[in-house]
């Protein structure tokens, strides 16, 4: 293993310093995206931003299918989502990696998760996002529609809502959102459409614990109101402004 991460960094080492006019640049295209591949995920970026031509390898379907071919091979043989997203390679890398990496499932990978996770992370980052109650509902009915039971929905959805909302950046806009979600009220809906309480307790620690210093002493006041409406009793962190 050491030895294969040394020539990983010597490959991506090999990249940056040939950039476009020396021996790797001008290898054909698809030994490129044999090598690119072959690197770990988080150098893509760099290594796209060497030069035009490796920027449109990139924005091409090949490299992206050669990837899901190299770490999922089976992944066609899976179900594919049946959603209104968008159609692509890229975009079936991301899932499968966002399920793969993000979103706890005892070690399987299902696409249905990571496209998921990627349509909620969406929607949650648009500025007239939808009630937090429509989403969780559609996720749930799109995971009974692909064959889930309710239990098996509810759970996942959890899963997926707890994973996103800890990848959000702390800054004003996740703040904001967090502070909606905590407002929204709660609806008796029946399982499994039944927000989960696992999600409701992350925002309000996200919230009292990341983004404490971000309240008006109001606003702490009013939060923490509703946090003891919800969750008896609440932890000592939550407490104090």
Not at 26 to 51: D, G, K, M, S, Y
Not at 169 to 185: S, Y
Request: proline share 6%; with cysteine; net charge neutral.
């Amino acid at each position: 293993m050491k030895v294969c991460m040394i020539s990983l960094h010597f490959l991506f080492d090999s990249l940056m310093t040939d950039r476009s006019d020396g021996p790797i640049g001008r290898l054909p295209e698809h030994l490129l995206v044999e090598i690119f591949t072959h690197l770990p995920v988080c150098e893509w970026v760099q290594v796209a931003c060497v030069n035009k031509q490796w920027a449109n390898i990139f924005q091409g379907d090949c490299l992206w299918q050669t990837a899901i071919a190299r770490n999922w091979p089976s992944a066609g043989l899976r179900k594919r989502w049946p959603g209104p997203i968008p159609r692509g390679s890229a975009r079936r890398f991301q899932a499968l990696y966002v399920s793969e990496n993000f979103v706890p499932s005892g070690g399987e990978i299902d696409e249905l998760v990571g496209h998921t996770y990627l349509y909620l992370k969406e929607q949650l980052e648009r500025p007239a996002m939808p009630p937090s109650s429509i989403l969780h509902g559609t996720i749930i009915d799109q995971f009974i529609a692909c064959g889930k039971t309710g239990e098996q929905a509810h759970d996942l959805a959890s899963k997926i809502w707890l994973a996103v909302i800890d990848s959000l950046e702390e800054n004003e806009q996740t703040f904001l959102l967090l502070k909606r979600l905590a407002r929204e009220g709660e609806f008796f809906l029946p399982f499994p459409y039944s927000r989960s309480y696992k999600v409701l307790w992350r925002v309000f620690d996200k919230l009292f614990t990341d983004f404490r210093d971000c309240f008006s002493g109001a606003d702490y006041h009013d939060a923490l109101s509703t946090a003891k409406s919800r969750f008896q009793p609440v932890p000592s962190t939550w407490l104090g402004h």
